[in-house]
């Protein structure tokens, strides 16, 4: 029981990261519906609970990571820190700037996100309403935890889950895999079948066409958030916005 509830907030809370904070919110790769957009930010809240990333502070953050990738002004460059909990906790405190509105970001990073007050700010930032995600989630453990180590290892990764997150992507995806582009920076395509972060272990593919809502660029490679963004377009929730891009244009570069 623990492991399935695990399983799905891990599964869940990074497919609303990919498909709501990062390819909507920072990328637009796609269009909606006022109303549905509600409906998906509500979610995303829901669902990430204790450690929701308001989009706006996704969203300013993550163009910086495109424009700077793997320089000194890159919010998370691997090869400027001893281990991924420094990287993350100097991305935290950069991250915290723009949420809480402390610093003003370069004009060409900011707007066109979506925005909601109530769910970002009032609900997402406030401490008693962490703790309360974080209440319910121990209440399953307690209920449901055969052994004393679930509760030990496992419960406290729902809590930071986000980070968790952010840790692997950020750091794996320019540190470890396969280079199938030469985008001048260290990103990499780390899984060819990215079932533990949705797609987003597809760094270098997605460094080389930002604007692509699909992650995979060659034949084995399988991005699972793209086929759920898919499917929702199929069911006409969502409308992609950018042409797929169907080959694969320039000569392999050898791993480094
Ligand atoms: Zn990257
Ligand atoms: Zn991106």
Redesign the pocket.
Known sequence: MVYAFFAGHWLLSVLFQSVFQHRYAAHKMYTMGPRTERVIHFLAWLVQGSSYLNPRGYAILHRE?HAF?DTERDPHAPGFHQNALAMMWRTKKRYDDYAHDRVKPEARFDGDVPQWKLIDVTLGQSWPMRVLFGVAYAAFYFAFATHWWQIAFMLPVHFVMGPVHGAIVNWC??KYGYQSFDNGDK?RNTLPFDFVTMGELF?NN??KYGASPNFAARWFELDPGWQVLRLMALARIVTIRTPQRAVFPEPLRQAA
Do not use: T
């Open positions: 990571h990738s995806g320019h990103s760094q997605h460094h």
